[in-house]
């Protein structure tokens, strides 16, 4: 059932791309986009740490009040910027 899944929801398929996220014990959260692996997701409802390719998020509710605070934290690699030319003809 996966194969056909990947085959007619995959990236380049009719629908584009699909995400999916399983809940493992212990608070442990695994989503994943097209079958890879996004992020990894841990804690409980009013607390929650985020690890992805774009950094760390922490994300602190209240629950049943709708506040919620949200921090981002850049980790791991270093993104590469391309270097605008000054000069007329480069």
């Not at 959260?29 to 409802?45: A, D, L, R």
């Not at 607390?47 to 709708?66: A, D, N, Y």
Request: charged share 25%; no cysteine; glycine share 18%.
């Amino acid at each position: 059932m996966r194969n056909l899944l990947d085959g007619i929801l995959g990236g380049n398929g009719i629908f584009g791309t699909y995400r999916r996220s399983k809940n493992l014990p212990g608070g442990v959260k695994v989503s994943s986009s097209n079958g890879i692996p996004t992020s990894v997701s841990v804690g409980e409802k009013g607390v929650r740490v985020t690890e992805s390719k774009r950094g760390t998020r922490l994300t602190v509710r209240i629950p049943g009040t709708g506040i919620s605070m949200t921090r981002n934290f850049k980790t791991g690699g270093t993104r590469k910027r391309k270097k605008k030319s000054n000069d007329l003809f480069g």
